[in-house]
C-alpha cells in the first residue's frame, strides 16, 4: 500500500472539518466563516492527496517501471494520468 498514518490523519481531520462545515451551514453561520472551513477541508483532502501520490510513484509506480512489462508500464502512466486529469478538474 502506498499510504501511511499521515494519509490517515488527514482524512479524519478532514472529516471532522466537513462535519463542522455541515453543522456551520445547518446553523445558518456567517457565510465566511464556513467557506474558511471548506477550505481547510479542501487543503486537507488536497494534502492527503499528495501523500497518496508521493507514495504511489515511490513504491507501486517504481516496481513497474523497473520491470519489462511494457504493458503494466504503460497501464501505471495512463493511471497516473488519469488521476492527475481528475485532481486539475
Do not use: P
Request: charged content about 25%.
Amino acid at each position: 500500500m502506498a499510504y501511511d498514518q499521515k494519509t490517515t490523519v488527514a482524512f479524519k481531520k478532514a472529516q471532522s472539518h466537513l462535519n463542522k462545515v455541515v453543522e456551520m451551514v445547518e446553523k445558518k453561520e456567517y457565510c465566511i466563516d464556513i467557506m474558511q472551513q471548506n477550505l481547510a477541508v479542501i487543503g486537507l483532502l488536497k494534502s492527503a492527496h499528495q501523500t497518496l501520490l508521493e507514495g504511489h510513484l515511490g513504491t507501486c509506480f517504481k516496481r513497474a517501471m523497473a520491470t519489462n512489462n511494457e504493458k503494466r508500464q504503460k497501464e501505471m502512466i495512463a493511471e497516473i494520468l488519469a488521476v492527475t486529469k481528475l485532481f486539475n478538474k
